[in-house]
């Protein structure tokens, strides 16, 4: 796996330098919401929003939802769907205070979708947190609330995000040698 990677974009400390701060962020943000559900959004988000929940003190449910754009060796977005059976989120979220939390934003279709089928349900109040965001017009046009790290336009993998499901156990988020990329599309 090690041989795969170019580069390091973002090491392990940094990542948990900045959560540090976004997570005290949150926190002031949410202290006051007194029913708070986490929605991650799977696969990507496992291992930021399992860092991030441990950052939070604050009373919450946790409810996945699961969103699918980029199948198997893709590496752009083929439009994003709910999958129906991995959507744990309730029909109707009245008077609570949900915040999504994905991986990162690229086209915006996901967290768009995601924004769009839990307004929906009603829920008080409605925020987004991502890891990444791509420096790209459609990303940056996307409204989300809380961003860990820009990062320039390059398919990134680790800390939870993959290509053809691997490298999500990386605890680095790094670029790809452009072979391995290459030989699986
Ligand atoms: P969007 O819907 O185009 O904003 O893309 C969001 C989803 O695409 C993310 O949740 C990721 O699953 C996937 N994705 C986008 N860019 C990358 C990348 O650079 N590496 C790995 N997955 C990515
Ligand atoms: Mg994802």
Do not use: W
């Not at 988000?45 to 969103?67: E, N």
């Not at 996901?110 to 420096?135: E, F, H, I, S, Y």
């Amino acid at each position: 796996m090690q041989a795969d990677i170019q580069s390091v974009l973002i090491d392990r400390a940094a990542i948990a330098q900045r959560l540090d701060q976004m997570s005290r962020q949150i926190v002031a943000d949410l202290h006051g919401a007194a029913d708070l559900t986490l929605v991650p959004i799977l696969t990507g988000s496992i291992i930021f929003v399992s860092d991030l929940i441990r950052r939070i003190p604050l009373k919450m449910r946790i409810r996945v939802m699961s969103v699918t754009s980029y199948p198997g060796t893709a590496t752009t977005s083929r439009g994003a769907a709910v999958e129906a059976a991995l959507d744990k989120v309730p029909q109707s979220l009245a008077g609570q205070h949900v915040l999504v939390v994905d991986d990162i934003l690229d086209s915006g279709g996901t967290l768009r979708l995601v924004v769009d089928t839990l307004r929906r349900r009603g829920p008080a109040d409605l925020r987004t947190c991502v890891l990444l965001r791509k420096q790209i017009p459609s990303a940056v046009a996307t409204p989300v609330d809380y961003v860990a790290f820009d990062i320039p336009d390059h398919f990134v993998v680790g800390y939870g995000l993959d290509y053809d499901d691997y490298y999500r156990n990386l605890p680095d988020i790094c670029t790809l040698r452009p072979e391995v990329v290459r030989a699986g599309s």
